[in-house]
């Protein structure tokens, strides 16, 4: 499989990956191609970001082929780790073959140096715990220690030990997106496991900042509402902000979010470079009351950006109701009221309110500002 794949890889991605093992083959160091790109290769899934293991010196042999190269090279040598930048977005990722402990739960693990199969057993799901090859002796062949291959074939999302959720609580929130963007389903150990983390309030142990990273990505995927209602229905909302209810509204506005983002990209728009997960957000958080609102947005460290977006649909969109409804508003007004707000909160009011006012209004807005991102 992976050598059928290898051929259908873009030209620079094929000669990296040769180069690479071409220099770990000179210089005596065991390498191998693990995570995402491994699973996704018997997926048909082509990945533009690149993880290496190396049993050995990571950032050494990094540095090797960021000479050979003449790609940017970012070390972290107290971690272990190594990024090379290459041509048209082309990321590596390169880390020592290592395993953790976790002194205790939720904490972050304590890393030592290990074999490759530590390293594997250290990741989340076995359909992540899989390596390839790319020594000359032994290239793409498949190492799968702990069964990935076959949860692949069976569509099963199964975590590595009964530990696994109570080491990391955010392997909850992992385990919905992958479930809901694979297609996948959790096998009815893993199930009972992350029912058991949840029932002991581990997404409340651990820190918010991981939670924040993890909603994100969650709300970042093509399809979000799946994984949304899924992860409600294991942990309900709790976690996030224990006065944050569940709103019948959300399906139909996650799914109009989507159909006009998806019609503004077909025609071409500005809106091609907006952000629909600051959407979701703003849309999920507006059921708080303010000082809740502000309280929660501190409490995970959102960026600047999500603060602003979220906080402005809250704060103004009853006053672009207020306004922006009435069929004799001028257009400088308009422009004063639209001009400080973010894309993603006008066209989040313009969604949700649905006034054919108001989208006339801010159909006018938007193309007299011409709005690039």
Not at 61 to 67: D, G, I, K, P
Not at 261 to 281: I, W
Request: aromatic share 10%.
């Amino acid at each position: 499989m992976f050598k059928q794949q290898y051929d259908r890889w873009p030209a620079l991605l094929r000669d990296f990956i040769r180069t690479a093992g071409r220099l770990a083959d000179r210089e005596g160091f065991a390498l191998y191609l693990v995570g995402g790109m491994v699973r996704d290769l018997w997926l048909g899934v082509v990945h533009v970001d690149v993880d290496l293991v190396v049993v050995g010196d990571a950032p050494a042999f990094a540095a090797l082929c960021a000479r050979h190269l003449g790609w940017p090279i970012l070390t972290h040598r107290r971690f272990g780790t190594a990024t090379l930048s290459g041509p048209g977005g082309l990321k590596v990722d390169i880390v020592t073959a290592r395993r953790e402990v976790y002194e205790k739960p939720a904490a972050l693990p304590v890393v030592i140096p290990g074999s490759l199969r530590d390293d594997l057993f250290r990741r989340d799901f076995t359909i992540n715990a899989m390596a390839i090859s790319l020594n000359r002796d032994s290239w793409g062949e498949l190492v799968d220690p702990y069964g990935g291959r076959a949860d692949l074939a069976a569509r099963r999302l199964t975590v590595l030990h009964s530990q696994s959720f109570m080491d990391d609580p955010t392997r909850i929130l992992r385990a919905v997106r992958f479930e809901q963007r694979l297609g996948f389903r959790m096998d009815p150990q893993t199930l009972s496991w992350l029912r058991e983390a949840v029932a002991r309030r581990m997404l409340g142990v651990v820190h918010k900042h991981r939670l924040r990273d993890e909603l994100v990505l969650l709300l970042k995927e093509a399809d979000p509402w799946r994984a949304w209602k899924r992860l409600h229905d294991l942990c309900g909302l709790s976690y996030i902000a224990g006065r944050l209810r569940w709103q019948a509204s959300w399906r139909s506005s996650f799914h109009k979010i989507r159909r006009r983002v998806e019609g503004l990209s077909r025609q071409g728009t500005s809106a091609v470079f907006c952000k629909p997960y600051l959407m979701f957000l703003a849309l999920i958080f507006s059921s708080l009351s303010k000082a809740d609102l502000r309280r929660t947005m501190n409490d995970f460290a959102f960026s600047q950006e999500e603060r602003l977006c979220v906080q402005a649909y809250k704060n103004r969109a009853p006053v672009l109701r207020r306004w922006l409804c009435r069929g004799d508003i001028p257009a400088s007004r308009v422009f004063r009221l639209c001009r400080p707000l973010s894309y993603e909160s006008i066209l989040l009011f313009d969604i949700i309110d649905g006034n054919p006012a108001a989208h006339r209004h801010i159909e006018r807005f938007m193309r007299d500002q011409q709005v690039h991102r």
